[in-house]
Every structure is written in C-alpha cells, then in structure tokens.
C-alpha cells in the first residue's frame, strides 16, 4: 500500500515527504479553507504542493455540472504534469471523467461509497477511486467494511486501457481518521491510503519503540562508562 497525505498545508507535506515513504498528495476544498487559501491564490498553491511532491497531487473541482467539471479539469491539469483532478462521483462527474481521461488527464473520483458507484468511476476512466472510510463510520456504517466490497469488486477486472491508456484504476483509502483505519486499509488490500499528517506520525511513533530506545541508550550510557 502506498501512502498519500491528506493535506494542503505545505508544511506537513514538506515534513512528510522529508520521511522518505510518501507517494503523493490529496486536497479538497475543506483542506485548502483550513490553511486559510484564497480563491486567487489555489492555483500558485497547487504548484507549489505539485513541486514539494514526486507524486500525484489531488486537486479537486467545485463545479458539479460537466461543463464546468471539465473546464476547471483541464485548468487545473495545465497547473504541474503531476495534477490529479479530482472529481465527484455524481452522474455529472462520470461524465466529465470519460471526457477528461479521453484527453489523458487522470482523474480521481472522490465521495465515493458503494461498490456501484466505484465500478461506475472506473468504467468512466477514473485513474483512482476515493472511497471514504471514516464519513461512513460517522453514519454508523463500517467504512472499512465497505472500502473492502470496494477493493474486492475492483480487483475482479482488468482496467486497463479503461482510463488513460496504460494505467490501472487504484483504490484509494480516504476519509482515514485512526491508525486502526490504515492497518485496515492495508489488510483489505487498498492500493493506496492518504492519510491526514496527524495520523500519519501515530502511524511510526509507538511507546514501545520510544521506551525500547530509550533503554537502549541507557545500557549504551553504560557500556561508554564501563
Ligand atoms: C481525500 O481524498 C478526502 O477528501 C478526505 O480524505 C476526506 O476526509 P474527511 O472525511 O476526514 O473530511
């Protein structure tokens, strides 16, 4: 599995990425308003982010007809070669999604729930699925539950040449709000987690690691003495 992070901020992705095990980014319109970004300044702060990562960076649309979804994809995709745009999965978005990886630019759909509508965004050509695990646990529904109908149902075709020619749909564990939700998402074989900057230091720290280090050096203190 591969980690995304879930940020805007440049600063978490700059640290992130400085830990060697980052694949890539995704944003959203919610992500952006918290690190207090500006409507002029979204697209000089996308580059940046698409400069700070070697990987796919998400960036997302805000219009929900196709023509809108399809003329704000192909500005964003104008921004850094690794743009991603992100696109919901409405019907109005399955239909900017084929348009979109008919001109080779790779789409990621996102609020997606069901395994219908996954099989949905990949048939219309979307590079990634985002189906969101934590939105689901806040109805009182098991999102990991159903990212794994989802990554099972995926995995029971061929998708290539469905979307930008040469390129295989992946799966991407969103909404992850806990540790648990990233062994889970790796256990049910999501090809990726994008996971928020909080989370993605518990995942490394563990008490017993820094208690373990810290005997360590102790008996090393001794050893020198010794
Ligand atoms: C990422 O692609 C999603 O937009 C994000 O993970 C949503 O997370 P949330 O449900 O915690 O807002």
Redesign the pocket.
Known sequence: MKFFI?TADLTEIKEAASWGALAGV???P??YSRIGGTLANFPAHIEKICALSTGPV?A?VVGELRSDIIAEGRELAKIAPNVVV?VPTTIEGLAATRALADEGIPV?M??CFTVPQAILAARSGARYI?P?V??FD?ISEDGIEQLSLIVNAINNYDWTNVGVPGEQVEV?A????SVQHVTQAALVGADIA?V?FSVLRKCVEHPLTTNGLSAFAADWEKVTKA
């Open positions: 879930d995704t944003t959203n919610t992500l998400s997302e992100k990621n996102t609020l985002s969101f934590g939105r806040d991407i969103a909404s992850i709000r994008t928020p």
